[in-house]
């Protein structure tokens, strides 16, 4: 991602949402069902606090809700992505911690139990870029925590929303997280259909963060 797409990430995702139907972006869904399966799969309990990062218009936060989560946070860099998802779920949204902001540049000031993560990471081409992430990562995240991420597939595509991505297999996005961090709990390889009916392939993983001596 060159220096001048960091600076105007925000500006970016603001003209998506404002110029296009939310239920006709690539990566809609109505049901989250891979997330909750890999949630499922990686342990979670309602119990746990959640941070889905790059959160936008998802109906994630919503379902989780619905389920009985008490501790739920829906970060993105986009308001209005936000913004669609609060009016989705009407009285319900006050039950949602809700933060606009720039995961490279936020601040963490809690950690959570889990950090939930749909498309974020393969945004990210550069390595400075993927550092930064790890860090917040680390910071954000309990000592026994865990995470649930979903990129392009090694198969997926090199661009999405006017964007260069990167794609990985389940190894190689292990690897870039960094494997001697996490705990492999479960993976999955997703064939999400979009609203024009391409198909876009995702790895996913779900891991628990190893404690360290």
Known sequence: MSGQLR???????????????????????????????????????????????????????????ARGFTDVTALDIAAEGLAAARARLGPAADRVHWVQADLQSWTPRRQFDVWHDRAVFHFLTEPGDRDRYRAVLESALTPDGRLVIATFAADGPDHCSGLPTARYSPESLLAALGDDRWELLADRREDHQTPAGAVQPFTWLALRRRTRS
């Open 7 to 65: 600076e105007g990430r925000a500006e970016h995702w603001a003209t998506v949402y404002a110029t296009r139907d939310v239920a006709q972006v690539s990566w809609f869904e109505a049901t989250p069902a891979a997330s909750l399966a890999m949630l499922d799969a990686a342990g979670v309990t309602t119990g746990m606090s959640v941070l889905d990062v790059g959160a936008g218009a998802s109906p994630l936060a919503g379902e989780l809700v």
